[in-house]
């Protein structure tokens, strides 16, 4: 077995990182306290990641990318944990499920993101139907050669950037033994399509400047052009290319948590109280040696779930297992180092608040804490008839 990184990702963990350190954190307390990013910073990130040659480094060599592995990719995404996400979205990682667009969308949607020249959203989740996605209400329904679409999507994350979206939306109803059963269908929706309105959404007390948006359809007109994949056909798109989301946000975690717990350790060891550093105390310097600990599981639970979708093999337990791991460790790393911190931690000095506020949100978006255990339960169970 081998465990350690080869002299090309130890390179690519370099640069990133570099690249965060160097032109994501000068700008984050603007960013932070303003809750907006400039457009001409956001186009300067882009264009920065363009030049080095990381712009859409998850996409394969033959669509432009740079043709990275899984676990290349996952790497980088866990150095670009260490910044703000509101700052970070402009390192472009068009979605994988761009990967679906047949020969005449790969002009339209596919390459421009690759090249930078469009950016996507994807938008799944409404008001009653997050983790029942099945329960969703926005519907599109045929008349002649077009689709019309009626509904709401919500928590729309990089919305507002957008120029396009990748929309699921319901087609149908099949009835099953266990009841109804929703057909859905992914869409490709340009910004500005008639009966299409992208507006803000709510203000959330984590991950400040990355915000999210609602998307209204009022008899919008969509073409069969529009359909990516097949018609009814939206689940087998999303179970073949999201996975890779829930993958980001355990090596996103695992980023944070590191760079979280780097102030904890800088300052158990120059914080003194009772006449010496406080990590001198067993009350700290055990709180810190079980951080390291859970983080340095969580790492390698991410990056091992990461090399087995390199390998073929089946990963869906694995990454959710990486993913809950890592964001519920994220948590605890936060908390500990802000109680690390004493009062100290809630002010805005320190990044310690603002990193314990955006924490939250990891164990709720791109499937719960409650639903990757689901997922893993029903892996382990279904094979013993359970």
Request: proline fraction near 3%; hydrophobic fraction near 40%.
């Amino acid at each position: 077995m081998q465990f350690g990184l080869s002299e090309e990702q130890e390179m690519i963990v370099s640069t990133v990182r570099s690249f965060v350190e160097n032109e994501i954190y000068p700008h984050e307390d603007t960013v932070e306290r303003s809750g907006e990013v400039p457009a001409e910073l956001g186009e300067q990130i882009k264009q920065k990641c363009i030049d080095l040659g990381f712009y859409a480094c998850n996409f394969p060599e033959e669509v432009g990318g740079a043709g990275l592995s899984h676990l290349d990719f996952t790497l980088v995404e866990r150095e670009l944990g260490r910044g703000s996400m509101a700052l970070t979205h402009f390192f472009g990682r068009p979605q994988n499920i761009l990967m679906a667009c047949n020969a005449e969308q790969r002009e339209r949607y596919l390459l421009p993101a690759v090249r930078g020249e469009r950016m996507d959203a994807l938008a799944m989740t409404e008001p009653d139907a997050g983790s029942d996605v099945r329960g969703m209400k926005c519907t599109a329904t045929r008349d002649g050669g077009d689709w019309v679409v009626n509904g709401s999507k919500h928590f729309i994350s990089g919305a507002e950037h957008a120029d396009f979206f990748i929309v699921f939306i319901a087609t149908g109803v099949d009835e099953t033994p266990k009841g109804p059963k929703k057909r859905i269908t992914t869409f490709l929706v340009d910004r500005g399509t008639p009966g299409f309105e992208v507006r803000e959404g709510y203000r959330s007390v984590s991950h400040r400047g990355y915000k999210n948006c609602i998307l209204d359809f009022d008899n919008c007109r969509l073409p069969d052009a529009q359909v990516l994949g097949e018609v009814d056909g939206g689940f087998a798109v999303m179970n073949e290319w999201l996975y890779a989301t829930r993958l980001t946000v355990a090596a996103f975690s695992v980023g944070r948590a590191r760079r979280c717990f780097d102030y904890a350790l800088s300052y158990a060891a120059e914080r003194k109280q009772f006449g010496q550093q406080i990590g001198k105390f067993q009350g700290v310097s055990f709180q810190i040696a079980d951080m390291i600990t859970e983080i340095d599981a969580a790492d390698w639970l991410t990056l091992a779930a990461a090399w087995r979708l390199d390998e073929g093999l089946p990963a869906n337990r694995e990454i959710a297992s990486a993913k809950v791991y890592a964001s519920e460790t994220l948590a605890k790393v936060t908390d500990t180092t802000l109680q690390i911190f004493g009062g100290m931690g809630l002010m805005d000095d320190f990044p310690i608040e603002r990193f314990w506020r955006d924490a939250r949100v990891e164990r709720i978006w791109d499937g719960t804490s409650e639903i990757q255990r689901h997922i893993i339960s029903r892996d382990l169970l279904r094979p013993l008839g359970a």
